[in-house]
């Protein structure tokens, strides 16, 4: 199967500061990237969808201006997380779609903790 | 609101046993079903895509019933590597529109 990598893998944080998240298709283009969190012991929750060259779509309830979506090519996608507080300490996990597949892959997440 | 039900879990089973899981959709549009798993602290990998005929590979069967709008996953002959999170997925797009909605995860433990 396809390969997509995140990076950092784990990151630590002070309150008020922005973490870049990056999240690549390492093998293949993914027209369509998309970003979940999932914090301990809850499902994995949407939180945007997007296509390259275009801006992201957002699920209900996610700022739009907290969390920046760039996919400004077919295989880099980047999440920012603005002025991160406690609250925002998840695991985040990007997955990528190609049209040559009929799958989503995800990539190995990234634990963000924020002090 | 869209969602997706699961056993709550947790499962503790021998080695060897059989075991069930059950899920269940709400939204009668959903395109398509997975079972994924999630090992403790990764990410989910494809466990396998869930049929109306029902399908099976290997120890692992899974059904799809659309008029209950119900999702099942079987194993048989438990392992020790069975033991992880096991995820209910519906896709509620398709094509471009793909997206998926996860259950929040039944965890198996398979002990020996």
């Known amino acids: 199967g396809a390969v997509v990598s995140q990076h950092p893998s784990w990151v630590i944080c002070k309150s008020g500061t922005s973490v870049k998240i990056e999240c690549r298709s390492l093998?293949?283009?993914?027209?369509?990237m998309f970003w979940y969190r999932q914090f301990p012991k809850q499902s994995l929750m949407l939180m945007a969808t997007?296509?390259?060259?275009?801006?992201?779509?957002?699920e209900q309830g996610v700022e739009k201006d907290k969390f920046l979506i760039n996919h400004a090519s077919l295989t880099l996608s980047t999440l920012t997380v603005t002025s991160a507080h406690p609250e925002d300490s998840s695991f985040y996990i990007c997955?990528?779609?190609?049209?040559?597949?009929?799958?989503?892959?995800f990539g190995p997440g990234t634990r963000l903790t924020v002090l | 609101r869209k969602e997706v039900e699961q056993d709550p879990g947790p499962f503790n089973v021998p080695e060897g046993a059989t075991v069930a899981f059950n899920c269940t959709y709400s939204?009668?549009?959903?395109?398509?079903f997975f079972w994924y798993r999630q090992d403790c602290r990764k990410e989910p990998k494809l466990l396998m895509s869930?049929?109306?005929s029902g399908n099976e590979d290997g120890r692992f069967t899974a059904q799809l019933n659309r008029a209950s709008q119900y999702i099942s996953l079987l194993i048989r002959d438990s392992k020790l590597s069975d033991s992880a999170t096991y995820l209910c997925?519906?896709?509620?797009?398709?094509?471009?529109?793909?997206?998926?909605?996860f259950g929040k995860g039944t965890l198996l433990t398979v002990n020996p």
């Open positions: 997955s990528a779609w190609g049209h040559q597949y009929n799958e989503q892959f």
């Open positions: 093998d293949f283009q993914a027209t369509t």
């Open positions: 997007s296509n390259e060259g275009s801006k992201a779509t957002y």
């Open positions: 939204n009668s549009a959903s395109q398509s």
């Open positions: 869930v049929y109306s």
């Open positions: 997925v519906v896709n509620e797009g398709g094509g471009s529109n793909y997206k998926l909605t």
